[in-house]
């Protein structure tokens, strides 16, 4: 969809789509490699008008979200339920919460009350700088600060930064391993270990 604001043409139908890809090469390799079995969920549309002038060459004309869709990506890593969310700003300083809607928090808490693994991968494009927040620390985010943005500052903070490399592109499990799997973080004072959800 092309939106038009003045004389100037905004594209924004390719939103993200270099952080799927990305992603998609990472799960790919996760995959081929019998590390996890991770996948893009598809987004539920139902078709409602299909125009057939033969039937090798049906034309879909209309349709419609079922239902919001919840999150971007699942499956399974080390015998736990992952789940995430995937986006992308071309922000300098701050990642809008406008990007993520109520329903994906919801969506996202109840992974975590259950037992799984929850978390967003947030890539500043303009910076090439890519993290992962956990669900925890976004929740901490959301109900201590009044803000419309998370700033940069905060995933530095909070976040972990997943360096790019050549296979897996975008290894969110190393940082998931070092999480969830027997891994530690620095606090600012010392050590310590992170269990999480």
């Known amino acids: 969809m092309i939106k038009t604001f003045g004389a100037k043409n905004v594209n924004y139908a390719n939103r993200g789509m270099t952080l799927e890809a990305d992603l998609s090469a990472s799960n790919e390799y996760y995959l081929v490699n019998d590390k996890a079995v991770i996948y893009k969920k598809p987004t539920p549309i139902t078709i409602s008008k299909v125009n057939y002038p033969s039937r090798l060459e049906a034309v879909i004309k ?32 701050s990642f809008p919460l406008s990007n993520i809607h ?48 998370i700033p940069i500052t905060y995933f530095e903070e909070k976040g972990y930064i997943i360096k790019d490399k050549y296979n897996p592109r975008v290894d969110y499990l190393s940082v998931i391993d070092n999480l969830y799997f027997g891994g530690m973080k620095w606090n600012g004072n010392l050590w310590v270990w992170n269990l999480l959800c």
Request: overall charge positive; hydrophobic content about 30%; aromatic content about 16%.
């Open 62 to 93: 209309e349709g419609y979200f079922r239902t919001p869709s919840t999150t971007d990506y699942n499956g399974v890593y080390k015998g736990k339920y992952i789940d995430f969310e995937a986006k992308e700003t071309k922000s300098h300083t």
């Open 102 to 149: 109520i329903h994906q928090i919801k969506h996202l808490k109840m992974i975590c009350k259950h037992g799984g693994i929850g978390f967003l991968i947030v890539r500043f494009t303009m910076l090439n700088k890519t993290f992962l927040l956990t669900y925890n620390d976004l929740e901490f985010f959301l109900n201590n600060y009044n803000r419309k943005s």
